[in-house]
């Protein structure tokens, strides 16, 4: 056996230093030459933290005459460390953040170009896809709000910016930037959507690949394969999936917003196109510092609602139906609740056609040279279903931004790119809708209500398989509940084929006080892999990915440990669901057990008289930071109120629950009486 280079080490090798070293120890040095641009009444008037900031950035080296130049902060969620020829020295946590710094170098170098002076901070962020299956996903929402919380603290810490620029990609760190940009108020700022990795030549996407343990067990793939298209899935070193699940919904949602450039969410990462987005948003934001664009005249109760109605026509992940009201909510929005979803839903025809929703597939940088957002905003703008007069970071208001983009240069040659590398009609990527009605492209988003679902569950209904839905685009499932109150209970069922057709998957305990609300997509993708799962549903207080596939009905309310009917259910028990694809309606109801038939009513009264499971607990691993957001967003308005730190909500709970008694502290008070 081939020793660990580790057994090689010996202690003089890690306490023993080259005795060169000693002798280059210095404890003074010159300091930068020059002086200060300071005048007498900076002296006089200015915070002593503002002149030392002026010290400390000489001390990194900028040039003292410059020094007087409009601050702007770059934040971003870079991971790793690149060496110059881009080999790693240290690896990220995901691709996703990969090469982010590539973009935070070139928004610094077009605003020291323009006579500016750049700061650069960055929070890192978590891959769901690295935590999948892992405890590690249960640190993966609460993170969100966390890193929100870090960034606007690193933003407030620079008292001296003009504005800031956020640079992120991937399914946590995106939404705290956004989060993080919209508290920003009366200063501008604007995002830099990170990018998405190409499609390997040949092999499977970064959705599919994470299959490959489910299709092994079950004998669908050798080993050999396994490892083939395990190593070459993420075909380029950075960027977001190639799917539409929660990374690349975000930066469409980012863009609908009016927080980014046009066509900038999607773009291929580490591309020069894909650079050039940083350089154009370093000159955008001087232009609104000039023009007087605060991040308050951006985002408004308008741009929120755009952004749901883009949500609707990509098809996006369920996931942003946490993270838009979060956003909301950063900017002092009213938050959109789940009936806000629905209507849209129900108003909003779905135009795109990508992974994993179909019917063709398309990956996100095919979205993107189909025209991606502008183009899709085309459609919806000629249909009447946006607000155009939204102003955007650009300078101009929407209506100017898609006048540009449909007579640009840009629209022209990028769609006939993709005719050129794939033989792919962008028509067919991005449709009309009267073509996305021939094709039968259906909304997305459901949100079905019932017994066992009373405030609420959330389903993309066009990720049922098309198989089982019957003529009048209507799925019925009538199943006898298996119940497990961990997510590794549930796929160790379904690897081990215990889980059989026309069962009910019941996944509890996994919402926010269970398990921070994983999301369950190795459950999920195992299902859309097998074929014999097809007619397998799951119920779940968890939320689910982008790439889910199935009946996978998720965000069920309340959760089981905070007394929702989900958490009654036993073995066996018989569950029906329904949804209509077309009328967005849908029902999640207990109508029996393992020896009788009952109405949905007699289902709601037997739940009600069942005390709640004895298995019933939060995962024994959970986080105590975690236990803590789960009371804090349970008090802030809960998974329909984007699981946020609301600080009135919290700070009135916890007076109303800590009143002061009504004595004096003065233990003389009595005598004196």
């Known amino acids: 056996m081939k020793s660990s280079p580790a057994s090689t080490i010996t202690a003089s090798r890690v306490l023993d230093s080259s005795a060169s070293l000693f002798a280059e120890v210095k404890t003074h040095a010159p300091g930068p030459q020059g002086a200060l641009p300071i005048t007498p009444e900076m002296l006089l008037t200015q915070p002593s933290g503002n002149l030392f900031g002026l010290s400390q950035d000489a001390g990194m080296g900028w040039e003292p005459s410059r020094l007087l130049d409009p601050e702007f902060l770059i934040l971003s969620t870079h991971g790793g460390l690149r060496a110059h020829d881009g080999r790693p020295i240290a690896l990220g946590l995901h691709t996703g953040h990969w090469e982010v710094g590539l973009l935070v170098a070139e928004a610094a170098r077009e605003f020291r170009n323009l006579h500016a002076i750049p700061f650069a901070g960055a929070c890192t962020d978590p891959c769901d896809g690295r935590t999948q299956g892992t405890t590690g996903m249960m640190d993966s929402l609460p993170y969100r709000n966390d890193a929100a919380v870090v960034l606007g603290r690193l933003i407030r810490s620079l008292p001296t910016r003009k504005g800031v620029l956020g640079i992120a990609t991937c399914d946590k760190g995106l939404p705290a930037m956004m989060m993080a940009l919209a508290s920003c108020g009366s200063y501008p700022s604007i995002l830099v959507p990170g990018g998405v990795t190409l499609l390997a030549d040949e092999g499977e996407d970064a959705g599919k690949v994470q299959t490959i343990g489910a299709r092994y067990a079950k004998q669908q793939i050798t080993l050999e394969y396994a490892a083939e298209v395990g190593c070459r899935a993420c075909a380029t070193p950075g960027g977001g999936c190639q799917f539409l699940g929660t990374a690349a919904t975000s930066q469409v949602v980012g863009e609908a917003l009016g927080l980014a450039l046009p066509h900038t969410a999607l773009a291929p990462s580490g591309q020069p196109i894909w650079l050039d987005a940083a350089v154009r948003s370093a000159r955008a934001m001087l232009r609104m510092t000039h023009l007087g664009i605060a991040t308050t005249d951006v985002l408004t109760d308008a741009a929120i609602r755009n952004a749901m109605v883009l949500h609707a026509a990509f098809g996006g992940s369920t996931n942003l139906l946490l993270h838009v009201p979060a956003i909301a909510h950063a900017a002092r929005l009213t938050r959109p609740g789940i009936d806000d979803w629905a209507h849209v839903n129900r108003q909003i025809p779905r135009l795109v056609d990508a992974l994993p929703n179909g019917p063709q597939n398309f990956a996100t940088v095919q979205v993107f040279l189909a025209g991606g957002v502008p183009e899709v905003m085309l459609h919806l703008r000629r249909a009447g279903l946006l607000d155009t007069s939204v102003r955007t970071v650009s300078g101009?208001?929407?209506?100017?931004n898609l006048d540009w983009w449909e007579q640009s240069d840009r629209r022209t040659a990028l769609r006939n790119k993709l005719r050129e590398l794939d033989g792919v009609d962008p028509d067919q990527v991005i449709l009309s809708p009267d073509e996305a009605r021939k094709r039968g492209l259906t909304a997305t988003v459901c949100f079905p209500v019932g017994n066992l679902a009373p405030e609420g569950s959330v389903i993309k209904s066009t990720s049922i398989d098309p198989t089982i839905i019957d003529e009048d685009n209507r799925y019925h499932h009538v199943g006898p509940a298996r119940v497990f109150v961990t997510e590794e209970a549930a796929i160790a069922a379904i690897k081990q084929g215990t889980i059989g057709k026309g069962d009910v998957i019941v996944l509890i305990c996994s919402g926010p006080a269970g398990a921070g609300m994983q999301e369950?997509?190795?459950?999920?993708?195992?299902?859309?892999?097998?074929?014999?799962?097809?007619?397998?549903?799951?119920?779940?207080?968890?939320?689910?990915?982008?790439?889910?596939?199935?009946?996978?009905?998720?965000?069920?309310?309340?959760?089981?440990?905070?007394?929702?009917?989900?958490?009654?259910?036993?073995?066996?028990?018989?569950?029906?669901?329904?949804?209509?694809?077309?009328?967005?309606?849908?029902?999640?109801?207990?109508?029996?057990?393992?020896?009788?038939?009952?109405?949905?009513?007699?289902?709601?009264?037997?739940?009600?008289?069942?005390?709640?499971?004895?298995?019933?607990?939060?995962?024994?691993?959970?986080?105590?930071?975690?236990?803590?957001?789960?009371?804090?967003?349970?008090?802030?308005?809960?998974?329909?109120?984007?699981?946020?730190?609301?600080?009135?909500?919290?700070?009135?709970?916890?007076?109303?629950d800590h009143q002061p008694q009504k004595h004096s502290l003065n233990p003389l008070h009595k005598e004196a009486r």
């Open 396 to 400: 101009e208001t929407l209506d100017e």
């Open 520 to 656: 369950i997509y190795q459950i999920t993708s195992a299902l859309k892999n097998l074929p014999d799962c097809k007619h397998v549903a799951v119920l779940t207080d968890a939320r689910f990915s982008g790439v889910s596939t199935g009946a996978c009905i998720g965000h069920i309310s309340p959760e089981a440990l905070a007394g929702g009917p989900i958490g009654r259910v036993q073995e066996n028990d018989v569950i029906e669901i329904t949804v209509d694809r077309d009328a967005l309606h849908g029902t999640v109801h207990l109508i029996g057990t393992r020896d009788e038939r009952f109405s949905a009513e007699e289902g709601e009264r037997r739940l009600a008289a069942r005390a709640p499971r004895e298995d019933l607990a939060p995962h024994p691993e959970l986080p105590a930071e975690t236990r803590l957001w789960a009371a804090l967003v349970q008090a802030s308005g809960g998974i329909w109120g984007g699981c946020v730190y609301d600080s009135d909500a919290i700070i009135q709970r916890l007076h109303l």
